[in-house]
């Protein structure tokens, strides 16, 4: 249960963190964001898809009311991260490539919300050259990490 806990906290952080870093901390940016919608592509392998997403743009609703989410197909197996993307999920083997084609913006340690909930050898897998551009999420049908980033 602790485990799912985690991968849900995961995925709801990392859209916070984007959310954050494009600054809606005010209230004209609120005004501004009424119209804004995330595109996030969740890993398509996880089961029930559709009831995850549900959970995601619930717990979502709750914290940032006026910004959407629209739910992208992507599969990291299948293809590059769409430019269109804000948020995606994709399996860690893909990291270092993503990050040096540029798909992967570094995200600031100091923005994770309890952070010691994260194995620490899990968020070391989020690094690369030392920077983390990801946090991790474990699939729980296949027992691996993947990854969100932004």
């Keep these: 249960m602790r485990r799912k806990y985690i991968k849900f906290l995961s ?10 870093s494009v600054g809606c901390g005010n209230n004209t940016q609120k005004a501004e964001n009424r119209d804004l919608t995330l595109e ?4 398509p392998y996880v089961p029930d898809i559709e009831r995850f997403q549900t959970v995601v743009r619930s717990e979502w609703a709750k914290t940032h009311p006026d910004i959407a ?10 293809s590059e991260p769409d430019p269109t993307l804000d948020v995606f ?8 490539s993503f ?4 798909h992967l913006l570094p995200i ?7 952070k010691e909930n994260i194995f620490s050898f ?9 920077t983390l ?11 691996k990490y993947i990854f969100i980033c932004s």
């Design 89 to 96: 999920v994709f399996d860690g083997i893909y990291l270092t």
């Design 69 to 78: 989410l629209h739910f992208a197909d992507w599969d990291c197996y299948l």
């Design 40 to 43: 996030v592509a969740l890993y």
């Design 11 to 20: 995925c709801i952080m990392v859209i916070s963190l984007f959310v954050f």
């Design 122 to 130: 899990a968020l070391e897998g989020c690094k690369c050259d030392n």
């Design 99 to 102: 990050v040096n084609e540029g």
């Design 108 to 114: 600031s340690e100091q923005t994770i919300q309890d």
């Design 133 to 143: 551009y990801a946090l991790p999420q474990l699939d729980p049908r296949q027992g």
